[in-house]
């Protein structure tokens, strides 16, 4: 049959828009996180990153600058080095950059669309990096970089989402009938934290000094604090803005997050409770806070989503009423490595356990026309579970100092000692595959004289 013949015999069958959708659903049928793919990479089956999840991170090496990378095994995929062999279909060449801002400026479609490539690159469903002569120039060792932050911070939010947290603090502090505030229910607290002393994992923290409040006396002294704890939190990391006075809806959420990371709290106890009333957190919370450097993007975490816990007593308002997976089964625990090198670990949680999830926490955010920017640190406070092996602070795993913790080499602590590393971890896992987060770690060095 002559092709105009056979154009005219199937005409009628082929919609202009029935056959866009027929492409469109053959490039949707590749799923970056089908649990079956393989990369041809030779990885570390133990891996934190297998092909599955693919996060973004801002890495430097010996002889170059920072740069961004994709997290692949024990490897880093140069991200600059593919868009400048013309691997990838970029919005812009945004990975010339030095942060991820730029990229996740273009919202989550391009994080998803970017994602997919570099997928299609390391399984070979794409070939070009696969049979490329010099492949082996284009990944880097992760023990051979330097990991820095993802983004520039503009600015950053601390949330209390966690139900047993926020009931053992008022239990503690307040009155066991009564641990929650009235608001708490109706409200996902926060307050606005400081950026500039948001530090990448690995950045060692000096004991932090300050007005404290002895016991028995109207009278503060100046000094080391007693009282270093650590907060075990999942951040996200929104990409594109709204302008002021223009709120994201709840339904606008997911298009503005880009991904999430594991974030220390750091807190001194002591300052923190003089200091505390009647604003909230001050100087207890700004002497370093450790970020996580694999952005872990909201695509590669799917599967692991879940139905968010019905919110009826009382019912949230209309602009918070979320219905949906909007929680995520990930797995988080809490180490301590002593100066000796044993390491004991000293808390299991999980991120399942909020109360509020993270598209409510932006849609209140933003609710009174604040506007958010790309690269803002989203907190979710500490996160505890119902067990107290799942407490995710040293207040409450010690509860307030009165039963130390015992660590593997006989010592005990109630907070942290100087020379502790402290290091948090997470993972997903399901039907075979584990997408971890890399460490969350830093080490307490003695206050400077
Ligand atoms: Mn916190």
């Known amino acids: 049959m002559p092709l105009r013949g056979f154009i005219d015999v199937f005409k009628p069958y082929v919609n202009h828009n029935a056959f866009r959708t027929f492409l469109k659903n053959e490039r949707m049928s590749y799923s ?29 090496t010996e002889d170059r600058s920072e740069r961004p990378g994709v997290a692949i095994g024990q ?14 279909d970029l919005e812009a060449p945004y990975f010339e ?63 209390y989402s966690s139900e047993d947290h926020a009931r053992n603090v008022g239990t ?14 109706h409200i996902p607290v926060g307050y606005h934290g400081r950026a500039s002393s948001i530090v990448v994992s690995g950045t060692p923290i000096h004991r932090p000094k300050g007005q404290t409040l002895p016991a028995d006396s109207t ?63 001050f100087l207890a919370k700004n002497f370093g806070s450790i970020l996580s450097p694999w952005v872990v993007t909201l695509d590669a975490l799917e599967p692991f ?32 490595t002593e100066e000796n090198g044993q390491t004991t670990k000293i808390c299991t949680s999980n991120f399942k356990y909020m109360y509020w999830n993270m598209f409510q926490q932006l849609a209140h955010q933003t609710v009174n026309g604040c506007n958010v920017r790309t690269g803002d640190i989203y907190a979710s406070g500490t996160i505890s579970g119902p067990e107290p092996t799942s407490y995710g602070s040293m207040l409450e795993l010690s509860w307030r100092g009165t039963k130390p913790i015992k660590l593997a080499s006989g010592n005990e602590r109630k907070f942290l000692a100087d020379g502790d590393t402290c290091i948090l971890t997470g993972y997903a896992k399901k039907d075979g595959v584990r997408i971890g987060f890399g460490p969350c770690s830093f080490t307490l060095l003695p206050a400077k004289s």
């Open 219 to 281: 009278t503060p002294v100046y000094g080391p604090s007693r009282l270093v704890d650590f907060e075990l939190e999942v951040a996200f990391v929104t990409c594109g803005e709204n302008t002021l006075g223009n709120p994201i809806t709840l339904d606008q959420t997911e298009e503005h997050i880009g991904g999430i990371m594991l974030f220390n709290d750091l807190s001194a106890r002591d300052i923190q409770k003089w200091e505390y009333v009647p604003l909230g957190p």
């Open 172 to 185: 503690m502090f307040r009155d066991p009938d009564n641990a929650l505030l009235p608001n708490w229910k």
């Open 305 to 336: 989503r879940l139905e968010s816990p019905v919110q009826d007593d009382p019912t949230p308002l209309p602009y918070l009423k979320y219905q949906g997976k909007g929680h995520f089964d990930i797995v988080l625990e809490v180490a301590i």
């Open 32 to 60: 970056p996180n089908h649990p079956d793919l393989t990369t041809w990479l030779s990885i570390d089956s133990s891996t934190d990153f297998p092909v599955q999840n693919l996060p973004f991170g801002i890495f430097s």
């Open 75 to 88: 490897y880093i995929l140069d991200l600059q080095l593919l868009d400048e062999a013309g691997m990838l």
């Open 97 to 159: 950059l030095e942060t991820l801002n730029t990229f996740f400026s273009y919202g989550r479609k391009e994080i998803t669309r970017v994602r997919e490539q570099i997928s299609r690159l390391l399984t070979g469903e794409n070939k070009q990096l696969k049979d490329h002569n010099d492949r082996e120039a284009f990944f880097v060792l992760q023990s051979e970089a330097s990991m820095h932050l993802p983004f520039h911070i503009g600015d950053y939010t601390d949330f």
